[in-house]
């Protein structure tokens, strides 16, 4: 069972899609210059595309993601190698576009509460045991299930249908 | 056990009874794209498919454009030309340009659109289209490419949730505000996951411009669509656009929702949703005085022509001329929104006015083109989103009904437009 193992960067609640990825970049069709915009427009996040480490995890409020349909604003992510995202409640468009790219997310009440910026966690994401090896603290999210975890174990909606026309 | 609208869509669409939580693939009646996202969408399928791979079924494939309309920088243009190269090695004919406006108003007007439909498109927010109790939802590119390729798409059998609204709004309150009301009432992720059914004699009562409005917000509460039962007006829409009668899809008495509200919504004053949230939503009268430099009527929320002629009618009883600092910008959501305002002489008082009225579009829905805001400008809108920075870093958007919107460009600040009648 994979475990992964990174530093939590922790936002609010509502970080909508254009502070995740603003609007004005939206005509970019490359995801590794995606990437270079992530969270920019997050008052006092303006560095955290220059600053995350690859494995690390975004911790955020409820309603992470919401507004736009935009992919961007889930393979800015991906393409910067950022583990996952762990929120309190993810908006519906943004877990579906997770989903379809293989991009771990998970939710989990009251994260906020539990971790801060630079505390280190270690993630199950099949069980969704989150452990703050900063703290010690060990807590439950609520696992991706059913056809979304089957989606996501091939890495991605392409992928899975792939595997699906190959059988 | 009864079915809720949705899980009815659903069944009729698989030809098998389905109930909320199962995880399904639908067939497709529309995959739609824009100039944005659209592109992406494109190149993703040509690598996909190894450049020659054909999409499922040309004629369920409509591609719209209204983001960047007509094109302003080299990229928008380039990725324009991305989708219509690829509609004519596709034969895909549902290729509404530059010209034509709102991408969903679009293809309810081209009578695309069908109570029961399954559709799916690069905005989020593709579910006004439960308006007319087509299940139309928004997704991201990975999703259309799966679309073209397969022409279905997998989904969660959503949840319901009922909410009635009775009584009766009173002038000059508007569906908007009621659409505010519903906001507020949920918070930004109530509806998150689910299908949201509206009903009360308001509901009956309203037209498809209004339904429209209300739809349209589902997306700020993140629900996956919010239906509504066709009444004669929108059934009268629909026979004009398809040539076909359609009655409808009526929940069953049984249904089960995971929860039933009702209000009585007479007592509703004017409202306003305050930055940097679409939630955040207040009484008009509570943010009065707020100074403003930019008004904004338009978008797929407030775009239709009775939003523009409901505008219209309030600045001739109180106004006529919009206060010299205010820019005052209109945006019909479609050419055949335009030439009516055009040929009735909306769209003359408003420039008279000191407005300006721009070619249809979405405008400033997003900093795509223009009336882009500068640090501590504030802009009130009657469109569906007020984000943080949306429209230029350091600025602040209010959401409203059109006719707090004219109010409001009158007097150059926040204003109920109850005071001026």
């Known amino acids: ?167 | 056990m009864g079915k809720t609208i949705i899980e009815k869509i659903i069944s009729e669409k698989l030809g098998r009874d389905v109930k909320a939580g199962e995880r399904v693939w639908v067939p497709l009646d529309l995959v739609v794209i824009r100039d944005f996202a659209g592109p992406n969408a494109v190149l993703q399928f040509d690598e996909v498919t190894g450049g020659n791979g054909k999409v499922f079924d040309p004629d369920k494939i409509a591609i719209t454009f209204d983001y960047q309309a007509p094109a302003k920088v080299e990229k928008v243009a380039n990725n324009q030309r991305i989708c219509r190269k690829f509609a004519e090695r596709q034969g895909i004919k549902h290729l509404f340009d530059v010209n034509t406006g709102v991408g969903q108003h679009t293809i309810l007007e081209a009578g695309l659109v069908t109570p029961g439909s399954a559709i799916i498109g690069t905005d989020s927010h593709m579910n006004l289209l439960g308006a007319v109790e087509s299940f139309s939802t928004g997704v991201g590119t990975t999703d259309i490419v799966a679309g073209f390729i397969l022409g279905k798409l997998w989904f969660r059998v959503p949840n319901s949730i009922k909410i009635m609204f009775n009584g009766k709004l009173e002038y000059p309150v508007t569906p908007k505000d009621l659409t505010l009301f519903y906001v507020k009432e949920m918070g930004g992720d109530g509806a998150n996951y689910l299908s949201v059914e509206f009903s009360g004699e308001v509901i009956d009562s309203l037209n498809l411009a209004g339904r429209l409005t209300l739809a349209s917000m589902v997306t700020e509460t993140s629900g996956k669509i919010g239906l509504m039962v066709p009444n004669d007006d929108v059934k009268a829409f629909l026979k004009e656009k398809t040539g076909q009668d359609f009655d409808g899809i009526e929940p069953d008495p049984d249904a089960k929702y995971l929860e039933i509200r009702e209000y009585d919504v007479s007592d509703l004053e004017p409202l306003i949703s305050c930055p940097h949230t679409p939630e955040n939503v207040k009484k008009v009268r509570e943010v009065k005085r707020v100074k403003i430099d930019e008004v904004f009527i338009g978008s797929c929320t407030n775009g239709r022509y009775e939003d523009f002629k409901a505008a219209y009618d309030y600045l001739m009883k109180v106004g006529k001329e919009f206060h010299p600092k205010v820019r005052v910008i209109f945006t019909p959501s479609t050419r055949e929104v335009a030439l009516r305002l055009l040929e009735e002489g909306i769209a003359k008082a408003f420039v008279e006015a000191g407005g300006i009225v721009t070619n249809p579009g979405c405008s400033l829905c997003t900093i795509g083109h223009h009336g882009v805001l500068a640090k501590d400008d504030v802009l009130l809108s009657t469109s569906n989103r007020n984000f943080q920075g949306k429209l230029g870093k350091g600025s602040y958007v209010y959401l409203c009904s059109p006719l707090t919107a004219i109010a409001s460009a009158i007097t150059g600040e926040i204003t109920d437009p109850r005071d001026l009648l």
Not at chain 1, 58 to 83: D, I, Q
Not at chain 1, 118 to 125: A, K, M, N, Q, T
């Open chain 1, 1 to 167: 069972m994979a475990v992964l193992r990174g530093k939590a960067w922790v936002f609010g609640d509502n970080i909508d899609t254009d502070l995740i990825y603003h609007g004005k970049y939206l005509p970019i069709t490359d995801p590794e210059e995606m990437a270079k915009h992530a969270m920019e427009y997050v008052p006092g996040m303006e560095n955290f595309a220059k600053e995350v480490k690859p494995g690390d995890f975004v911790v955020a409020g409820r309603n992470f993601g919401s507004g736009s349909s935009r992919e961007h604003a889930v393979l800015c992510l991906k393409y910067l190698k950022v583990a996952g995202v762990i929120a309190e409640s993810i908006s519906r468009i943004y877990y579906r576009n997770a989903v379809n790219n293989g991009f771990m997310i998970l939710e989990c009440p009251d994260v906020t509460k539990k971790v801060k910026t630079g505390d280190e966690l270690e993630v199950e994401p099949e069980t969704g045991r989150i452990k703050n090896l900063t703290t010690g603290e060990e807590f439950y999210a609520h696992p991706v299930s059913g056809l979304e975890k089957e989606i996501m174990e091939k890495g991605g909606l392409i992928e899975y249908i792939k595997a699906q026309m190959g059988r």
